[in-house]
């Protein structure tokens, strides 16, 4: 008996929706032009791609996502008036190796932008997760006019100036053209400030503060946390930049650091870092010098690639922040799309992540019904892009929120974890 790989069997099911889909609209094609560059494109049918990392420790939580995608496109029939919408779903992890290396590919996440990009019938770009595969793929759909939505990447510089932010950001990503990104999570700027409540009702007085040398954008977020922390009264007694995670082979490498924090007395310690193996060796080191010390890491690392490699004792003492809340938390709504979920895909158990896909969904169907002219790339007035900045309060499946021009939600909860016993998420409480 043969047995379809993973990815063969998304698309079968994926293609047995989308059908179901396309007889429901059935004799309802019209037409759109898409315009890209120098291109025009007529179409009755407007593509919606979506890269997420679906292999590798994250492959669950991602393909809730893409699930809730495909639901909310099937729900709508496949089109939006008479107008066909399609959906391509592209991995940012499918190569084994890739899937193994616990984080996703930028080289895969170059590749998938392109692919959407050469596409004249994209009309809309649902990704990436992480902070580094979007400072690749924004650039590309930005100057193709490509609406992007992502459900993370929360690296501030995407949609705002601030301190933490890579020289010019957000010039870098758009020069003159109109902004094409937005984002369902709050940035690393809220993530801060709620951070920073989670160390003050933990009762962390003196504070060490770390930044890997790996992503600019994964790790923005530390002199934010120890910005904040000042401002909350919190004294940050230390501030290290430059930590090399890339090249550890083991948590001796970090032993030398774990002494020099330990000679500060900090009762917490921080760090902006990004989910790689590397990562788990400084956390087993930091446990062993400050055995005292509570350990708090961002939503970037509230995810099994980092969690399910972490020593039994670095995870007992670490504390995470995470936009996804407990399930409880949203909207009734969001029980209703669960439930759809698992009638729809049998076997599969959907996770919160589930909403998020759902959401950038829904949103983007709604911005191609209002707008004058869905296929139209870029900033223009009546295009997609415009329509999608002037959709107002939302009322969703992940809460009651409105994107700013700039792109950034209205959203402002975190919930706070604790790591238990097998890599689980222990919640302790709400941050808004």
Not at 92 to 102: I, N
Not at 176 to 192: E, G, I, Y
Not at 305 to 317: H, I, K, R
Not at 353 to 379: C, T
């Amino acid at each position: 008996m043969s047995v379809e790989p993973p990815m063969a069997k998304r698309r079968s099911r994926r293609a047995l929706l989308i059908a179901a889909a396309a007889l429901a609209a059935a004799g309802c094609g019209t037409g759109a032009t898409v315009v890209g560059g120098n291109n025009a494109y007529t179409a009755t049918t407007l593509t919606v791609y979506t890269a997420l990392p679906l292999l590798g420790p994250d492959g669950a939580d991602m393909t809730s996502m893409v699930d809730g995608e495909e639901l909310a496109l099937y729900l709508a029939g496949g089109h939006v008036g008479k107008l066909h919408v399609s959906i391509e779903e592209l991995d940012d992890a499918a190569d084994p190796a890739v899937a193994s290396s616990l984080r996703s590919n930028t080289v895969l996440t170059g590749h998938s932008a392109q692919t959407a990009s050469s596409d004249l019938s994209t009309t809309a770009y649902i990704g990436d997760l992480d902070s580094a595969s979007t400072a690749l793929s924004l650039p590309l759909n930005n100057q193709n006019g490509i609406l992007q939505l992502s459900p993370g990447a929360p690296y501030p510089g995407f949609t705002d100036r601030g301190p933490a932010n890579v020289g010019g950001d957000p010039l870098n990503f758009y020069g003159n053209t109109p902004r094409t990104f937005a984002r369902l999570v709050p940035s690393d700027t809220v993530q801060a400030q709620a951070i920073v409540r989670f160390m003050r009702s933990q009762g962390v007085r003196r504070l060490a503060v770390l930044r890997q040398s790996a992503s600019p954008f994964e790790t923005a977020i530390a002199p934010l946390v120890a910005s904040a922390a000042r401002a909350a009264g919190i004294d940050v007694v230390a501030e290290r930049d430059g930590i090399d995670t890339s090249t550890a082979s083991s948590a001796a490498a970090f032993a030398p650091l774990a002494a020099a924090l330990a000679r500060t007395h900090p009762d917490a310690v921080f760090a902006g870092a990004a989910p790689q193996r590397g990562t788990q060796l400084l956390w087993k080191a930091l446990h062993a010098g400050l055995p005292a010390a509570k350990l708090f890491a961002p939503s970037e690392l509230a995810r099994p690639t980092f969690l399910s490699g972490l020593d039994p004792g670095a995870a007992a003492a670490t504390y995470l922040t995470s936009p996804y809340l407990e399930p409880g938390q949203y909207p009734p709504a969001a029980r209703t799309v669960l439930a759809q979920i698992r009638r729809l895909f049998p076997g599969q158990t959907p996770t919160v992540y589930a909403l998020y896909g759902y959401e950038a969904m829904h949103d983007v169907l709604s911005a191609i019904a209002r707008a004058k002219n869905p296929g139209q790339r870029g900033g223009g007035p009546g295009g997609l892009v415009a329509t999608f900045f002037h959709l107002g309060v939302i009322h969703g499946v992940i809460g009651t929120y409105t994107i700013d021009r700039n792109g950034d939600t209205s959203l402002r909860t975190f919930d706070g974890y604790r790591v238990g016993a097998g890599a689980t998420l222990r919640f302790v409480q709400a941050f808004s």
